[in-house]
């Protein structure tokens, strides 16, 4: 009888073997490791390009060669050279004859002046640099030995404005599905507002409307600025302290915000959060819940799974976040009609409303 065409495959993958059929013989290549190893370097040339204010430089010179860049920024030209063909590498730049220009994408997110701009975003979003080097640690112990809960304000100050422009985007695009501007005279309470992105996008939307600003009271300050650049100072109260304890009033709000703060405060203190929002909400009231969730399975989402890890790495109780988690703790907080929308890719909110009756009412 002829013999199988492949009889070493024969040998070794029967029924009793599972396995892909070509482990034995073809090894699976090493780039997905090489990929993490050099992500590292990549993210590194990055902040360098943009603490350099390379992308800004080339963005008005229009096209340029290193030389003159070089000389424009006061750095070394071959050292400048080589990083910028890194930047053409991960498709920042095009170089066509020596002179490098901006791609879309650079001009777009790492421009200062970018319409979506990510430029101060790239050295603040990984949270503190020195936590990642020390992860081993924190996953062998269940603690991180500098958490930014020691000093939020130094932390957030910078990351929220950092995010500002992005949020603010997201939420004038959900205002648009959501329809604000056909609802006048919203009263919202924005929880953990930063520089009030959320509040700021519905209150431009929405006539007439006012807000309760909240954050801690030395990033609330700079809400003042976003506030007053957005001409909302005399519709806006701005209020310091702990979310967890400042008093606000009840069965008051159409609009409560938790803005990016649910996935930093852990499972109890995020459930006291959403339990909190649904009494400061008038009956018929809508909560925002907003955040960068992970899919039930924690693995078709890696971006919600890493920035998952980026928690867990740098404050004391945050983690990932699941739909099928928060979807729970916004039905046993009693809301009702929740919707997921994503205004911009992996920025989700959940929109979850407080019945016009409670639960708990006869
Ligand atoms: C990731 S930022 C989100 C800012 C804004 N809501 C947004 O969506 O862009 C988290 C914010 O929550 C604030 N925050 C953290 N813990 C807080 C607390 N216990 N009380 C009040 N604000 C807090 C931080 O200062 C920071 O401004």
Not at 289 to 304: I, M, S
Not at 342 to 350: A, D, M
Request: proline share 6%; charged share 20%; aromatic share 8%.
């Amino acid at each position: 009888m002829a013999d199988s065409p492949f009889p070493e495959l024969k040998k070794t993958h029967t029924m009793a073997r599972t396995g892909r059929p070509w482990r034995d013989f073809k090894p699976p290549p090493s780039a997905p490791v090489w990929g993490i190893i050099q992500g590292f370097g990549s993210y590194w040339m990055l902040v360098a390009a943009v603490e350099l204010g390379v992308f800004d430089a080339i963005e008005s010179a229009g096209g340029v060669a290193a030389g003159p860049l070089a000389a424009q920024l006061n750095v070394s030209e071959p050292h400048l050279a080589h990083l910028l063909d890194a930047m053409v590498s991960f498709g920042f730049l095009d170089q066509v004859d020596d002179v490098y220009e901006l791609t879309e994408t650079a001009e777009r997110y790492l421009c200062t002046n970018g319409a979506a701009s990510m430029a101060a975003l790239v050295s603040v979003a990984t949270g503190p640099h020195s936590n990642w080097t020390h992860l081993a640690d924190t996953i062998r112990t269940g603690h991180v030995a500098t958490p930014i809960e020691d000093d939020p304000e130094a932390f957030y100050g910078p990351l929220v404005q950092a995010t500002f422009p992005t949020q603010l985007r997201a939420a004038g695009r959900l205002g648009v599905a959501l329809g604000w501007a056909r609802r006048p005279g919203l009263r919202v309470l924005d929880l953990g507002a930063g520089q009030a992105p959320w509040a700021i996008g519905i209150l431009g939307q929405s006539p007439d409307s006012t807000a309760v600003i909240n954050d801690l009271s030395d990033v609330l300050e700079l809400a003042t600025e976003t506030v007053t650049r957005h001409g909302l100072a005399d519709r806006v109260e701005l209020w310091g302290g702990d979310f967890h304890e400042i008093e606000f009033e009840r069965d008051t709000y159409d609009i409560v915000v938790l803005g990016h703060v649910c996935r930093t405060e852990g499972e109890e203190r995020a459930v006291s959060l959403v339990r909190r929002a649904f009494q400061a909400l008038a009956p018929g009231g809508q909560l925002l819940l907003t955040d960068y969730f992970a899919d039930n399975d924690r693995k078709f989402n890696p971006f919600g799974v890493q920035m998952g890890m980026t928690m867990l790495a740098s404050t004391a109780r945050g983690g990932m976040l699941t739909h099928a988690q928060v979807s729970g703790w916004l039905r046993d907080a009693g809301f009702e009609s929740i919707r997921l929308m994503e205004p911009i890719g992996f920025n989700q909110v959940y929109v979850a409303e407080r019945p016009e009756r409670d639960r708990s009412e006869p």
